[in-house]
């Protein structure tokens, strides 16, 4: 099972509203990544921490906000979203930024209405 | 701009036959290339992956085959089970590039009994 966590699984919210994402990894990683799954296109890297400092923003608007305030915690601060921001949220965390091995959570249904 | 593209999107195939799904890469300097397996309202999991000093790598029922003149790499699922129903998706990466894994559009695999 995995060892990486998010909460809410699912998310409704309005283009005006503000909400964060939640991940958490119990595998003593060092590296965690945000990733957008949209449908019929490819997994979409956003973000990539390591040992807590931003490493890659792959040019994401700023309606996006991570935040990594330890090596086990990554947030995604969302607000004044559009509904084609509506996608499956994944984070996924490696030992570091150099291993191969990406363990993935479970993912948060975002809908932006 | 897809580096890696992967065909089929959707394949189906009867119980104990053989799945096959392709992935073509353009950046010659990839050097991993994993393959997730994903089930419905779950992330994306390790499934196998290679390197390029070898050709071909099996795991129980799983195969990867390697193609480094022609680019290209395919995932072979022998003995097809029901319960390898799933998204598969090919990804690569250049670990002297930070290891940011590049993944394909995604393969939707039934296995009918």
């Known amino acids: 099972e995995t060892g990486v966590t998010q909460t809410p699984r699912h998310l409704v919210m309005g283009m005006t509203n503000k909400k964060s994402l939640k991940c958490e990894q119990h595998?003593?990683?060092?590296?965690m990544y945000w990733y957008k799954q949209s449908a019929k296109k490819p997994l979409e890297l956003m973000f990539v921490?390591?040992?807590?400092?931003?490493?890659e923003n792959n040019s994401v608007p700023s309606r996006f906000s991570p935040e990594c305030p330890n090596s086990s915690h990554l947030f995604l601060h969302l607000h004044t979203l559009q509904p084609e921001d509506s996608a499956l949220y994944l984070c996924?965390?490696?030992?570091?930024?150099?291993?191969?091995?990406?363990?993935f959570g479970p993912g948060t249904r975002l809908t932006v209405l | 701009q897809q580096q890696v593209k992967q065909s089929p999107q959707s394949l189906i195939v009867q119980k104990g036959g053989i799945s096959i799904i392709n992935c073509a890469y353009e950046?010659?300097?990839?050097?991993?290339f994993p393959w997730y397996q994903q089930f419905p309202g779950k992330g994306p999991a390790l499934l196998i992956a290679i390197r390029p000093d070898v050709s071909e790598k099996k795991e129980g029922r799983f195969t990867i085959s390697f193609n480094k003149s022609a680019k290209q790499f395919s995932l072979h699922i022998m003995d097809s089970q029901p319960g390898d129903s799933a998204t598969y998706f090919c990804?690569?990466?250049?670990?002297?590039?930070?290891?940011?894994?590049?993944f394909g559009g995604g393969t939707r695999l039934m296995v009918k009994p």
């Open positions: 921490y390591n040992f807590k400092e931003q490493t």
């Open positions: 950046n010659t300097a990839f050097d991993y």
């Open positions: 996924a965390s490696s030992q570091d930024p150099n291993t191969d091995t990406q363990y």
């Open positions: 990804a690569a990466s250049d670990n002297n590039a930070g290891n940011m894994l590049t």
């Open positions: 595998l003593g990683h060092n590296a």
